[in-house]
C-alpha cells in the first residue's frame, strides 16, 4: 500500500512540472509575442508642416526623445513661416499633419467643403503663461491698451490668429478693429522689423519672440494675451488621409501626447503660483532651443500653456467661428462638429494611461 502510494505521489509531482513547464512557456510564448507585435509595426512616414515656435514643443519632442519611433511613424518636417500656408498644405494632402494657429481660412476652407480636422492642442492662451502678447517698442508712450485707438497694429495676415487677438483684446477694452489700422506684414520676422523701426506702433508675438525682442531692448509688453482671454490658439490638424489611416492616426496621437506630458512635467507645473523646474527642464530647454534657432536663456523666460495630455479647448472653436462670422472673415455658418475631432487623442490616452 505504501508502495503504492508513492509510486503515485511521484505521478502528481511529475504532471505538476509539466504543467508548470507548459505555463512558463506560454508566458514566454506570450511576452515574445508582445515584443514582436511592437517590433513589427509598420513603419509610416508622415509629412508635418510646422513652424519654428515654442508652442510646437511637443513635436521637437517626440522627434528627439524617439517617441515617434517607438509608434512605428517615421516623422518628415517641412518647415513654413506662417500659419495659413500650413492648413492649405494639410487639407490638399500635401503633408499628413499640420501644426500651427486656427485661423479664419481654416474655417473657410472646411466650410467650403475641404477635410482638415483638428485633433488636439498646439498651445492655448492661459492666464499666468506667456505665449503670445501684445507690444510697443520701448520708446512709445502707450502703456494700456486703450491707447492704441487710432495706431497701427502689426499682424501676419487678415484673418490670422494675431488678427483675431487683436479684434478680441480691443472689444475687451471697448474698442474695436475700426479704431486702429491693421498692417499686414506676411512674417514674424517682419513684424520684428517694423517694431524695431517704429513703422507700426504695436504688434502680437508669440514665444520666443516675445522674449527675444524684450531681451534685444527695442519692445516692451503691455498686455499678455492669456491674462486677457482663454483662447485655443494652435492646434494639431488632421489630413484626411491620416484619419482614414486609422492605427497611424492614434499612433500619432500615443506619441504625441507623451511628448505633451513630458514638456507639461518638465516646463509648465506651479507650486505656490510659481513655476517649478521638473526633472527634464534642462532637456527640454536644450531641444526648444535647437528647433527654433533661440538661444536657451530666451526659451527659459516665456514657456507656452498646453494641456498635458494635448486635449483641445473644444468649446473655444464655437467662439472662434461666432466672431469670425460677426467680422465677415468667415463666410458660412460652420458647425465645428465638422472641424473638431477628439476621438484619435482619446482612444490614444485609452491606450497609455496615467
Not at 511529475?14 to 505555463?23: R, S
Not at 517590433?39 to 508652442?55: A, C, N, R, Y
Not at 517617441?67 to 492648413?87: L, M, S
Not at 524695431?196 to 516675445?210: C, F, G, R, T
Request: proline fraction near 3%; charged fraction near 25%.
Amino acid at each position: 500500500m505504501k508502495k503504492n502510494n508513492v509510486v503515485l505521489l511521484a505521478i502528481i509531482l511529475a504532471m505538476a512540472a509539466i504543467l508548470g513547464a507548459c505555463g512558463s512557456n506560454q508566458g514566454n510564448s506570450q511576452a515574445t509575442d508582445d515584443s514582436a507585435s511592437n517590433d513589427q509595426l509598420e513603419t509610416v512616414k508622415l509629412d508635418i508642416g510646422m513652424l519654428k515656435l515654442t508652442s510646437s514643443a511637443p513635436l521637437f519632442i517626440a522627434i528627439e526623445k524617439g517617441f515617434f519611433e517607438e509608434e512605428g511613424i517615421e516623422a518628415n518636417v517641412e518647415w513654413f513661416e506662417a500659419a495659413q500656408p500650413i492648413a492649405v498644405a494639410t487639407a490638399s494632402g500635401s503633408v499628413d499633419v499640420g501644426a500651427t494657429g486656427i485661423t479664419a481660412s481654416l474655417y473657410n476652407m472646411v466650410a467650403e467643403g475641404q477635410k482638415l480636422y483638428i485633433v488636439a492642442d498646439k498651445g492655448r492662451e492661459q492666464e499666468g503663461y506667456s505665449s503670445s502678447a501684445l507690444m510697443v517698442h520701448t520708446d512709445s508712450p502707450i502703456t494700456t491698451i486703450e491707447e492704441l485707438k487710432g495706431k497701427k497694429i502689426g499682424i501676419t495676415q487678415t484673418g490670422s490668429t494675431f488678427h483675431y487677438m487683436a479684434g478680441r483684446l480691443l472689444e475687451k477694452h471697448g474698442l474695436s478693429l475700426s479704431d486702429v489700422e491693421l498692417v499686414p506684414l506676411g512674417k514674424i520676422n517682419a513684424m520684428m522689423e517694423t517694431l524695431s523701426s517704429k513703422q507700426v506702433d504695436a504688434v502680437l508675438l508669440n514665444e520666443p519672440n516675445i522674449t527675444a525682442v524684450v531681451k534685444e531692448g527695442y519692445g516692451k509688453v503691455i498686455a499678455q494675451v492669456g491674462d486677457e482671454i482663454e483662447y485655443q490658439t494652435s492646434g494639431i490638424f488632421f489630413s484626411q488621409k491620416i484619419v482614414d489611416n486609422h492605427d497611424a492616426a492614434v499612433r500619432f496621437m500615443k506619441a504625441y501626447a507623451k511628448a505633451s506630458r513630458y514638456y507639461y512635467d518638465a516646463v509648465l507645473v506651479k507650486e505656490n503660483g510659481e513655476l517649478v523646474p521638473g526633472e527634464n527642464y534642462d532637456d527640454v530647454i536644450a531641444i526648444i532651443a535647437k528647433y527654433t534657432d533661440q538661444p536657451e536663456e530666451n526659451i527659459k523666460l516665456g514657456m507656452p500653456y498646453m494641456d498635458r495630455d494635448g486635449k483641445l479647448l473644444a468649446e473655444d472653436i464655437k467662439t472662434q467661428i461666432d466672431w469670425y462670422l460677426a467680422n465677415k472673415m468667415v463666410e458660412k455658418e460652420l458647425d465645428p462638429a465638422t472641424i473638431v475631432n477628439t476621438d484619435i487623442l482619446d482612444e490614444a490616452l485609452e491606450q497609455l494611461g496615467n
